[in-house]
Every structure is written in structure tokens, then in C-alpha cells.
């Protein structure tokens, strides 16, 4: 099967802190994407960050990172130095055959000042 | 360079209805997926359409059908409407060539089946 599982509903961060984010996943295919979006209140999903899962080395945007482990199967969200705007619900995905997105549950994130 | 456009916003319907939904794509874009989110849930892939052919189904019945036009814009269709279709219906577009570093989703539409 494959399928995403997000094991935090809901996480809360002081503004400035760090937080992590945990996703697993189950496929049996060698070569797919992870993804993590961000979903405000506005609804509207938005790309935080990208993985290829044929590079090694972890993708980074900004304040935003990932540690991709394969063979564990893990893709966590690391966010540096937290910020208001980050208050949404974060989804953990991964597609295969360029057009089945499958989502996690995903996990609420509120930032507090 | 517009983005994805969802309408309407918002929707309230009766069980048994049948109800449309509309996707303009961001320009540029070839590719029109369809997700259900539930309340509390992660979104579900419903299908994709390329080229005006459907390209990619998830698990749902065939009461939920598609469109897509020669301008790339699309159409979500449920007949026989059931109280478990309420949800956010989100759009997200692509250019096929560019495939998974482009897709861009629209605010959805939020059905409510009473």
C-alpha cells in the first residue's frame, strides 16, 4: 500500500524556536517525490518543500529543511527560527507516476509569539 | 502569471443532487488533477486529466466524472450526491513536461450535502 502517516496532529513552537516535523511513508518503488505543503486558513496548498528520493542530499529552502532517510523511509520537516506565518496545517506527500499525490493526515502547526 | 482558480467558493447541496465544479489552470499549465479533502483528513487524489483524457483515477466511484477543455480548464461532476461527499475539492495544475516540480493548487471548493 502506499500511504503517508503523519504521527502529529497537532505541535505548537514559540516564535524564533525550532521545530520538526515527522512523516513516514510505505511504497515499494525506487524512484518517487516527497513533498512537504502548507495549508493556511486562505485553504490554498502551498509548496513548502521538494525531495527527489534518487539524491542523498537533504533539500533546504530558506528556513525550511528536510532529513530524508530511505531506507527508514522517513521525510521530516525541520523549520529554523519559527515565525507567525507559519501557523497552518503542514502535509507530509509523495507521488508516484506523475499524477497520484498521496497525502498524510496531516499536522497542525501553531506558532506562538 | 494567474494562478489556479476554484468557483464557487462555497456550495450547499441536496443528497441525490448532482453538482459541477470549475478549474481554470494556471497559464501555462496542461495538467488538471482533483483532490477530496474531508474535515481533518489529508487530500485524496479523485483523477487527473491531460490532453482532454482522463490520465489517472483514485479510488472513487464513477458517479465522479471530469472534464477537461481545450483551454485546460476542467470540470468536476458528481451525480447522486451521498452526506460523505461534503468536503474541500482542491484543483491543482501542472505542465506535464515540468511534471511533479509544478504543481500549483487552487482554495478549493467546499461542498456541504445536507
Known amino acids: 500500500a502506499q500511504t503517508v502517516t503523519q504521527s502529529q496532529p497537532e505541535m505548537s513552537v514559540q516564535e524564533a524556536e525550532t521545530v520538526t516535523l515527522s512523516c513516514t511513508y510505505d511504497t515499494s518503488e525506487s524512484n518517487y517525490y516527497l513533498f512537504w505543503y502548507k495549508q493556511p486558513p486562505s485553504r490554498q496548498m502551498i509548496l513548502v518543500i521538494r525531495?527527489?528520493?534518487?539524491?542523498?542530499q537533504n533539500a533546504t529552502e530558506n528556513r525550511f529543511s528536510v532529513n530524508f532517510q530511505k531506507a527508514a523511509k522517513s521525510f521530516s520537516l525541520k523549520i529554523s527560527d519559527s515565525q507567525l506565518g507559519d501557523t497552518a496545517m503542514y502535509f507530509c506527500a509523495f507521488i508516484l507516476n506523475n499524477n497520484d499525490m498521496r497525502f498524510g493526515a496531516g499536522t497542525r502547526l501553531t506558532v506562538k509569539p | 502569471e494567474t494562478g489556479v482558480t476554484q468557483s464557487p467558493t462555497h456550495l450547499i447541496k441536496t443528497r441525490g443532487q448532482q453538482v459541477t465544479l470549475r478549474c481554470s489552470s494556471q497559464s501555462g499549465h496542461n495538467t488538471v488533477s482533483w483532490y477530496q479533502q474531508a474535515l481533518g483528513q489529508g487530500p485524496q487524489f479523485i483523477f487527473q486529466y491531460y490532453r482532454e483524457e482522463e490520465n489517472g483515477r483514485g479510488n472513487f466511484p464513477p458517479r465522479f466524472s471530469g472534464l477537461q477543455f481545450p483551454n485546460y480548464s476542467s470540470e468536476l461532476n458528481v451525480n447522486a450526491l451521498e452526506l460523505d461527499d461534503s468536503a474541500l475539492y482542491l484543483c491543482?495544475?501542472?505542465?506535464?513536461?515540468?511534471?511533479?516540480?509544478?504543481?500549483?493548487f487552487g482554495s478549493g471548493t467546499r461542498l456541504t450535502v445536507v
Open positions: 525531495q527527489e528520493a534518487y539524491k542523498q
Open positions: 491543482a495544475s501542472t505542465r506535464a513536461e515540468t511534471g511533479i516540480y509544478g504543481y500549483t
